[in-house]
């Protein structure tokens, strides 16, 4: 009800198909991030259908994470193959905060567990 749901759904599959796109700059473990970028499509396969059925989708999310953890190993073979420092350095940067907002939602939405909630009264 609170669309936390779809929140996390559209970012996995803003970062498969940024990871798709990506693949052609892949060089070093390139076998290794399709099977890998596979799993991960078919985790937000999951996760878009569940959505798109409407209904009670918490099962089938539940069930896309099992697949969509395997971002966790995607990112580090598209980082060994950046070349540019700078490039890598700022790509870095946006993926840090991309996932502390990812991590955030997550909580929020999914646990109701926000660790860094802010005092109240400094926003008064």
Same mark, same amino acid.
């Given at each position: 009800?609170?669309?936390?749901? %779809?929140?996390?759904? #559209?970012?996995?599959? !803003?970062?498969? /198909? $940024?990871?798709?796109?990506? @693949?052609?700059?892949?060089? &070093?473990?390139?076998?290794?991030?399709?099977?890998?970028?596979?799993?991960?499509?078919?985790?937000?396969?999951?996760?878009?259908?569940?959505?798109?059925?409407?209904?009670?989708?918490?099962?089938?999310?539940?069930?896309?994470? %099992?697949?969509?953890? #395997?971002?966790?190993? !995607?990112?580090? /073979? $598209?980082?060994?193959?950046? @070349?540019?420092?700078?490039? &890598?350095?700022?790509?870095?940067?946006?993926?840090?905060?991309?996932?502390?907002?990812?991590?955030?939602?997550?909580?929020?939405?999914?646990?109701?567990?926000?660790?860094?909630?802010?005092?109240?009264?400094?926003?008064?």
């Amino acid at each position: 009800s609170t669309g936390g749901g %779809y929140v996390l759904v #559209s970012l996995n599959a !803003l970062v498969f /198909i $940024f990871l798709t796109w990506s @693949r052609r700059f892949i060089r &070093k473990y390139y076998n290794e991030y399709e099977v890998l970028l596979n799993i991960f499509g078919f985790g937000v396969l999951i996760g878009v259908a569940a959505s798109l059925a409407g209904g009670d989708p918490s099962g089938p999310l539940r069930l896309m994470y %099992y697949f969509t953890a #395997s971002q966790i190993f !995607l990112w580090p /073979i $598209f980082f060994v193959n950046m @070349r540019d420092d700078r490039e &890598k350095t700022a790509t870095l940067l946006v993926f840090s905060i991309a996932e502390f907002i990812y991590f955030i939602v997550f909580l929020n939405y999914f646990a109701d567990m926000v660790p860094y909630k802010l005092n109240k009264l400094l926003f008064m």
